[in-house]
């Protein structure tokens, strides 16, 4: 058995691509993931308030839904059964909203636990100061939500990241993409899937990084101790 | 080309379905035996040891399950050895399997109070024994909620079998999307197989968690 | 006419009825201390008036208005009525500025930079002007008490209800809170106040209110309920808690 990896040098253009296409995905779809399980989330917590209405009912579906079914049936769902049905989509934007859609409806749930342990005392202290619902979600609620499950929503955001390796399967050109491509050129797959494997891992390194930078800064209200 | 009726898709799925239960199993039943080990391991043994667990947890806890499966099927050709679709999935599952269900229960041995280990330790107990007598029991009861839960994790994870070529439910969905070209609904059938499998799970994990720590959690 | 009015009060939850009928009148100015065992619904009565608890049956008047769950928007009560909890409740992920500052901004639209002034002039009256920047985290008990006074004033309530304000301090820190609610008594606040703090209830206000088994059972200027109880139950709580 011998290892060969000068043969991945001509290469490095492809993987480069590879690596952007997965860095941006994960990016956007972090953001609007959370944006969405924010909305998805404020929307249930009214349930707790005046009971749940049709829209909290469909959200929580939608939320089992997603947590019980493979990333990569939801991925071919939509890129191949929305053209089906008439709706033509690209695959890059497929595999766009299927990520949002994972990543929210995971988040959603996180965040729905940091929501429940609001104690009763800040929900009441933000009525009396005359804050709406909405307003005390937004001022009150939500940070402290965060920062309660932040270390679980870092873990999650990084398996949707891991979990993009599979909209290589319908040719977005990601970095799974780029080592099926160099493979197929160098029949050095091993090799191939080595070093691609290893930027996954440096790539999880480094999102969890940037995580705990912002969350430092974010939540630094909770460093006690005396000012 | 035949035309299939619903019947047909649904039969051939649910035939196919088979599969991802066996492999589950395997994947479930495996990924314990091996998680077991690497949490003893990494709970007593010595440094170098629980360090080497660690790398192995990060490992696959910081990679796709994809590349594992990819790295499973290529490095074996590699090693020399003509492995199977089967072989290579059984093989990365199970490995898979081990490192998240190490961590989960690392958590829970971890969550134990430290004054249980030294009233054994007092009483003459050896690591093992303490373990088996005092820690586990305790941990045990913890460990049960995350076990289920993750075993959703593991029935997902199969479907990326397909991609090696291992025919089970997926597979068989995008190969009768080839014949068939209705995506909607094979995928519709596909994804509500999946459901059926892992929603009670789901569910009965959340149950236990709820039982576990009391219905005050609302 | 009186500031506070409130006339056959009851409330129940589910088979327990806690409030059986209270009258009350709280003229602008007045500082009211309301004692009793727990249980007997002093801090249900409490949050009757500022609506956290809806009541069943009676009327509540705030000057002219009456509370019935829809007379008053949220934001409009929190400008007549603010509240002091006795577990604080400071939002922690705000400065203590940024705690006071909030309800004014996003509940009343006060311009930020006019909010902060106000923000600052409160924080100055409770004595805490030098920790504007500091996190809740950071604050001794008493000090966060103070400041959750501050947040509730920077509404410019008229009347400022206290929940057991000091029952969650150490010893060492009810005398800080108890100076500043009295600094305000002077200052012509009118305070409804339960607590257990008898010797505060005697010096500073000007009527106690002693309720029992949800009714209110004597009241009268502090001097005479603490010297001449009229009924078994109040002389044996004052015996209980002196």
């Known amino acids: 058995m011998t290892l060969d990896f000068s043969s991945l040098l001509p290469y490095t253009d492809q993987i480069l691509e590879g690596l952007v296409t997965t860095v941006w995905l994960t990016v956007v779809t972090t953001v609007a993931g959370i944006a969405l399980a924010v909305v998805v989330a404020y929307v249930r917590d009214g349930a707790r308030v005046r009971g749940a209405s049709l829209v909290s009912r469909l959200l929580g579906g939608y939320v089992e839904v997603i947590r019980n079914t493979p990333f990569i049936v939801q991925l071919f769902f939509l890129f191949f059964g929305l053209p089906a049905?008439?709706?033509?989509?690209?695959?890059?934007?497929?595999?766009l909203i299927a990520m949002i859609l994972n990543l929210g409806a995971y988040t959603a749930e996180i965040l729905r636990a940091g929501i429940e342990s609001t104690t009763r005392g800040q929900h009441e202290a933000a009525r009396a100061l005359g804050l709406s619902r909405l307003q005390s979600f937004r001022h009150v609620v939500l940070?402290?939500?965060?920062?309660?499950?932040?270390?679980?929503?870092?873990?999650?955001?990084i398996i949707?990241?891991?979990?993009?390796?599979?909209?290589?399967?319908?040719?977005?050109?990601?970095?799974?993409?780029?080592?099926?491509?160099?493979?197929?050129?160098?029949?050095?797959?091993?090799?191939?899937?080595?070093?691609?494997?290893?930027?996954y891992l440096l790539l999880a390194v480094g999102l969890r990084l940037v995580f705990e930078f912002v969350g430092r800064r974010l939540f630094a209200f909770r460093q006690g101790g005396s000012a | 080309?035949?035309?299939?009726?619903?019947?047909?898709?649904?039969?051939?799925?649910?035939?196919?379905?088979?599969?991802?239960?066996?492999?589950?199993?395997?994947?479930?039943?495996?990924?314990?035996?091996?998680?077991?080990?690497?949490?003893?391991?990494?709970?007593?043994?010595?440094?170098?040891?629980?360090?080497?667990?660690?790398?192995?947890?990060?490992?696959f806890q910081g990679t796709p399950l994809l590349m594992q499966l990819f790295l499973a099927y290529f490095g074996a050709a590699v090693l020399g050895f003509d492995v199977s679709a089967w072989t290579a999935a059984s093989v990365a599952l199970t490995?898979?399997?081990?490192?998240?269900?190490?961590?989960?229960?690392?958590?829970?041995?971890e969550a134990v109070p430290s004054g249980q280990w030294q009233a054994a330790r007092v009483l003459g107990l050896n690591y093992l024994q303490s373990m088996r007598h005092v820690i586990l029991p305790q941990a045990l009861r913890l460990a049960v909620p995350p076990t289920v839960g993750f075993s959703v994790q593991v029935i997902k994870g199969t479907a990326l079998a397909s991609v090696i070529g291992f025919v089970e439910l997926t597979k068989a969905g995008t190969m009768l999307n080839n014949a068939t070209f209705e995506p909607f609904t094979i995928f519709t059938f596909v994804a509500l197989g999946y459901f059926i499998l892992c929603y009670p799970l789901s569910r009965y994990a959340r149950y236990l968690e709820r039982r576990l720590y009391g219905a005050g959690i609302r | 006419m009186a500031l506070v009015s409130v006339?056959?009060?009851?409330?129940?939850?589910?088979?327990?009825?806690?409030l059986k009928g209270i009258d009350l009148e709280v003229e602008a100015g007045e500082v009211v201390a309301i004692i009793g065992r727990s249980g007997s619904g002093k801090s249900t009565f409490l949050r009757c008036l500022n609506q956290l608890e809806h009541h069943d049956w009676g009327t509540i008047q705030l000057?002219?208005?009456?509370?019935?769950?829809?007379?008053?928007?949220?934001?409009?009560?929190?400008?007549?009525?603010?509240?002091?909890?006795?577990?604080?409740?400071?939002?922690?992920?705000?400065?203590?500025?940024d705690n006071v500052m909030l309800a004014p901004v996003v509940v009343k639209q006060t311009p930020k930079s006019e909010a902060r002034r106000i923000a600052e002039e409160v924080l100055a009256k409770v004595g805490m002007s030098d920790k504007i920047d500091s996190y809740p985290a950071q604050l001794s008990g008493g000090q966060q008490q103070r400041v959750a006074i501050a947040r509730a004033l920077a509404m410019n309530p008229k009347v400022l209800l206290c929940d057991e304000a000091t029952s969650a301090l150490d010893p060492e820190l009810v005398g800080e809170v108890l100076r500043v609610l009295e600094d305000l008594?002077?200052?012509?606040?009118?305070?409804?106040?339960?607590?257990?703090?008898?010797?505060f209830a005697r010096d500073v206000s000007h009527r106690v209110v002693f309720m029992h088994q949800g009714r209110i059972h004597e009241s009268g200027p502090p001097e005479t309920l603490f010297t001449r109880p009229q009924t078994p139950e109040l002389a044996q709580f004052i015996a209980s808690v002196v």
């Open chain 1, 85 to 95: 049905l008439g709706v033509p989509i690209s695959a890059t934007v497929a595999a």
């Open chain 1, 143 to 157: 940070v402290p939500a965060f920062s309660r499950v932040y270390p679980s929503l870092i873990s999650q955001c």
């Open chain 1, 160 to 199: 949707v990241m891991l979990g993009s390796a599979v909209v290589s399967q319908i040719s977005v050109f990601d970095l799974t993409y780029a080592a099926n491509f160099i493979q197929s050129r160098n029949f050095r797959g091993f090799e191939v899937y080595l070093v691609v494997t290893a930027i």
């Open chain 2, 1 to 59: 080309m035949t035309d299939f009726t619903t019947w047909d898709i649904v039969r051939n799925l649910l035939l196919a379905a088979r599969w991802t239960v066996v492999l589950s199993l395997i994947a479930f039943i495996g990924g314990a035996a091996v998680g077991l080990v690497l949490t003893l391991l990494r709970m007593g043994g010595l440094r170098p040891v629980r360090w080497l667990v660690r790398g192995y947890v990060d490992l």
């Open chain 2, 95 to 109: 490995l898979f399997t081990s490192a998240f269900l190490c961590d989960i229960w690392r958590g829970c041995v």
């Open chain 3, 7 to 18: 006339k056959d009060l009851h409330k129940s939850f589910g088979e327990l009825e806690v």
């Open chain 3, 63 to 97: 000057a002219d208005q009456r509370l019935d769950g829809t007379s008053m928007t949220p934001g409009e009560l929190s400008q007549n009525v603010g509240m002091v909890f006795q577990s604080f409740n400071l939002f922690p992920h705000k400065s203590v500025i």
């Open chain 3, 185 to 199: 008594a002077k200052e012509g606040m009118t305070l409804i106040l339960v607590t257990h703090e008898m010797k």
